[in-house]
């Protein structure tokens, strides 16, 4: 049996697509909260064994445990809100420590536990980052990369443990989805037209090249080891000109240099406050906007033979799906 956590969210959604798919005579089950949207698995939902759990209930997650050979644990909070940062370091570290440690009681055979780039570190050195590359405790580290280094520290004490888990990294995922919510805006915004640009970069990838880099990572013999998952490094101006192009739009022409970030994430907090809504841009983000770090995928090339889809694939598929064209 295998088990989802975060079945309900953009990585975890389009990985039960998968597995429903590929393996039509395997129960597959997937955990949802209370206030779980079920908007991106709706059509799929009957073919799901969901439990009501929660990684930071101990008990619910035990008994969704039970008979479960293999996981893939999705579920993570995102945040750039100090607001939410409490939270966040709550589920990310310590939802993380619960999943791994039933997963060892429980016998679980395999994990695939889902991090982020960002966990691997932002040195104030060094742009270029690689599975090699090690954590530095910096200013250019967001609380959502501490949050996420912590808990794939928890992952590392399982292994030690002797739990058998790989862990991915993925660079910023893009694919349908909550078309308002986490890496989804910086799509829907740019398909809507932006005329400013920020000057930093990053790397992107295809939610579909995580999903199937996963499932391949589950059924090889690969073990203890970590993978950055990343189709292409590129600018942000390149990147948002990319998805201007493909929805029709114009290209973002002004830039967002540092003073303009500034006044932007500070004038954003009034506004929250006022619409009661999360802020458009945070510090946080606004220093994200503005630094450059390029990411290499080489060892899941050569280890396993994988082949990430060009940017210009995905973005026309995501454009084929967008609502209101």
């Not at 779980?36 to 009957?46: C, E, F, K, N």
């Not at 590129?234 to 739009?249: N, P, S």
């Not at 619409?275 to 280890?303: C, G, H, N, V, W």
Request: proline residues 4%; charged residues 20%.
């Amino acid at each position: 049996m295998i088990l989802v956590t975060g079945g309900t969210g953009l990585v975890g959604s389009h990985l039960l697509r998968t597995l429903v798919k590929q393996y039509p005579k395997q129960t597959i089950r997937a955990i949802k909260r209370k206030t779980s949207r079920m908007d991106l698995v709706q059509d799929i939902a009957d073919q799901i064994t969901w439990m009501k759990a929660d990684i930071l209930e101990i008990e619910s997650l035990r008994e969704a445990m039970i008979g479960v050979s293999k996981i893939y644990h999705c579920a993570a909070v995102i945040a750039f809100d100090a607001s939410q940062f409490e939270w966040m370091h709550r589920v990310n570290r310590e939802g993380t420590a619960n999943v791994v440690n039933l997963a060892l009681e429980e016998g679980v055979q395999k994990l695939i536990h889902v991090s982020s780039i960002a966990a691997i570190g932002r040195s104030e050195r060094n742009n270029q980052v690689s599975e090699t590359t090690k954590w530095e405790d910096s200013p250019n580290n967001s609380q959502y990369a501490i949050s996420k280094y912590r808990a794939e520290t928890e992952v590392w004490r399982a292994i030690a443990e002797g739990l058998n888990a790989v862990i991915v990294n993925p660079s910023v995922i893009i694919g349908e989805g909550y078309w308002n919510e986490g890496s989804s805006q910086l799509i829907s915004k740019a398909a809507k037209g932006l005329a400013f640009y920020p000057i930093g970069g990053t790397g992107f990838v295809d939610v579909k090249d995580v999903v199937d880099a996963m499932v391949k990572l589950m059924e090889s013999d690969i073990q203890n080891q970590r993978f950055i998952l990343n189709s292409i490094n590129t600018t942000y101006r390149e990147f948002l000109t990319q998805v201007a192009i493909t929805f029709h739009k114009k290209p973002p022409r002004y830039k967002v240099n540092p003073i303009i970030a500034s006044l932007s994430w500070r004038l954003a907090k009034p506004i929250s406050w006022i619409s009661r809504k999360p802020p458009l841009i945070t510090k946080e983000t606004a220093q994200l906007m503005q630094s450059q770090y390029f990411y290499d995928s080489s060892k899941i090339q050569k280890t396993i033979g994988f082949q990430f889809r060009p940017l210009k694939d995905t973005l026309n598929r995501i454009a084929a799906s967008f609502p209101n064209i």
